[in-house]
């Protein structure tokens, strides 16, 4: 962050407070041990190319790519480059939109979580799950999956609880009612 001018930092901050965003996505994977792929991105879009290849040359990380209608995205998804660079970055030049200044506190909070593996055990991911459904609100915000559509409530879990009783098995399936497959 030492090396990045300020005039700099607050022209990609304020750029980002305009065009970019923050956002958490859920992708259903059969090849997944738990069936669900979760995703922490942040991206800005444009049909510049050359102020986003700048962008991610300043950052030093992230990807660039084209959609067929030529908006270009950069895009950091690496939990590691979330954590180490774009968070203490906006961190030290924030945003001026109280919009923008919400999400990126859910987002931190989550790639927090992130970070130290907290998304690998049943309470992190619910609690990603739910930090997500209050991240972008607003209107046209879509979602293919839901919180409800990806964890049952603890009441099917306990139901399963009673009815196989208590030995290895409960666990198993106790877990599996929670993620729904």
């Excluded at 309470?123 to 209050?134: P, T």
Aim: charged residues 30%; proline residues 2%; positive net charge.
């Amino acid at each position: 962050m030492k090396h990045i001018p300020v005039d700099i930092g607050n022209y990609i901050a304020g750029f980002t407070d305009g065009e970019g965003s923050f956002n958490v996505s859920i992708k259903k994977r059969l090849d997944y041990k738990e069936s669900w792929k979760l995703t922490a991105s942040f991206n800005i879009s444009q049909k510049d190319r050359v102020i986003l290849a700048w962008i991610k040359h300043i950052l030093g990380c992230g990807t660039l790519r084209e959609r067929k209608d030529g908006i270009v995205y950069y895009e950091v998804t690496n939990v590691a480059s979330l954590y180490d660079v774009i968070l203490p970055f906006f961190k030290v030049y924030g945003f001026r939109s109280a919009y923008k200044k919400h999400n990126f506190r859910i987002f931190s909070e989550i790639v927090e979580i992130m970070h130290v593996g907290g998304h690998l055990t049943d309470e992190g991911f619910r609690k990603i799950l739910e930090l997500r459904e209050k991240l972008n609100p607003g209107i046209g915000r879509k979602r293919k999956y839901t919180l409800s559509d990806v964890v049952t409530s603890e009441e099917s879990s306990e139901t399963i609880r009673k009815t196989v009783g208590d030995n290895e098995l409960t666990k198993t399936l106790t877990y599996e009612c929670r993620r729904k497959k």
